[in-house]
């Protein structure tokens, strides 16, 4: 893992973990259903993206643990700056945003899996286009 904002700037664009420069969904996010879909391989450096048979399951955790931050964060917002208001009025805001942020948690959390938790090359300036 590399950790320069050169990484973070092509995670977030959702940019190959190798060559920062394919794209790894197949669809743009507001794409609702097929958001998360990746290609096979890095249109521009041939990467194959899922590496083990598997390998998005490992996201899975990470949408797990995104959406305790949000909730977790949502939830101590509303008890310090709307005065603690009623149990529903918690669940009538966090649960709607837990599903509207969905499509964004399920690629963000790929991302992340790619590049935190994989053994994908370290990124290397030059690699050949279309080996
Ligand atoms: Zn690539």
Not at 41 to 56: A, H, I, S
Not at 74 to 85: A, L, Q, R
Request: glycine residues 6%.
């Amino acid at each position: 893992m590399s950790s320069n904002t050169g990484s973070l700037s092509s995670m977030l664009a959702g940019k190959c973990p190798q060559c920062h420069k394919g794209k790894v969904f197949k669809h743009n996010m507001w794409n609702l259903f097929k958001s998360s879909e990746v290609h096979v391989n890095c249109p521009y450096c041939g990467v194959k993206f899922e590496q083990e048979l598997g390998f998005f399951w490992g996201a899975m955790y990470f949408s797990y643990a995104l959406n305790v931050a949000v909730s977790v964060i949502t939830g101590f917002s509303m008890f310090f700056f709307f005065g603690d208001p009623d149990l529903y009025v918690y669940l009538l805001v966090i649960v709607p945003l837990i599903i509207i942020l969905t499509p964004f948690m399920l690629r963000f959390s790929r991302l992340l899996m790619m590049y935190v938790a994989s053994s994908y090359r370290k990124y290397q300036p030059g690699i050949p286009k279309h080996p």
